[in-house]
């Protein structure tokens, strides 16, 4: 019990001393919201263009929200000392990454709804298959924040993060079918396509939204979950080489 009361005490702590601070509201927040506003603006509202954008967009609220959530939370604390007081919590380390990234996960899945709620105003989404949809957006959620980890632990400085991050972010809106299939990139470049997560969990949310989809559901969450099994091992990994020893 004390270890929950632990894990919820940090989730809690960071929620209300990090995820309203200016970089996140900019890059988190203010970014994907005007993203969807563009994209659904240009569509004309019709019920095709809405459809077709809005997987994309929901992949990238939560790409950006998620990895700008622990650009602040993780290095900052490193900065300033304070995530090794947080290594003597009586809880597994394991544990104690975990409640460090539930945050980023919960603002995810929050990002996500954005542009379906705004979407909401223009077409009817009833045709949405909330059971494929649901699932797909945490996952996405997961391997976003666990990509923040990975990519906030190789730096020290808050800024840093940020322009870490956006190595990896960038490439991911055009290589990962967000708004074109991947069938649609040059032979050399679908390879490095397939062997980033957001695809995946793009072809998903195509499939759950418009009902085309490139790949076996069940292969889809299967590598999802994969990817979020190894980003998180391998921030954990790095953590204890950098920071600890």
Not at 22 to 36: E, K
Not at 104 to 122: C, D, Q, R, S
Not at 205 to 210: E, F, I, N, R, S
Request: net charge positive.
């Amino acid at each position: 019990m004390k270890r929950w009361i632990a894990f919820w005490s940090i989730l809690t702590k960071d929620m209300r001393t990090y995820y309203l601070k200016p970089p996140n509201i900019s890059w988190g927040i203010i970014f994907p919201l005007a993203w969807t506003g563009m994209f659904f603006i240009k569509s004309g509202g019709g019920l095709e263009d809405v459809q077709t954008l809005l997987p994309g967009v929901v992949a990238v609220s939560m790409l950006f929200g998620t990895t700008s959530m622990l650009s602040v939370a993780i290095t900052f604390e490193k900065k300033m000392r304070s995530f090794e007081r947080l290594l003597l919590a009586p809880i597994p380390f394991e544990l104690l990454m975990l409640a460090k990234t539930s945050g980023a996960v919960i603002f995810g899945v929050a990002n996500a709804f954005v542009p379906v709620i705004m979407a909401l105003f223009l077409v009817d989404l009833s045709q949405v298959v909330w059971g494929l949809f649901i699932p797909a957006v945490v996952l996405i959620a997961i391997v976003s924040t666990f990509l923040g980890l990975f990519i906030a632990v190789a730096v020290s400085e808050v800024f840093e993060a940020q322009t870490f991050s956006n190595f990896f972010r960038f490439p991911m809106i055009f290589l990962c079918g967000l708004f074109f299939p991947v069938t649609a990139l040059p032979v050399f470049l679908q390879p490095l396509a397939y062997a980033l997560p957001l695809t995946y969990g793009v072809d998903i949310l195509q499939g759950a939204v418009t009902g085309e989809h490139a790949l076996p559901y069940a292969l889809d969450f299967i590598l999802l979950g994969l990817f979020c099994l190894v980003l998180f091992v391998a921030s954990l990994w790095n953590i204890k080489r950098k920071w600890i020893t």
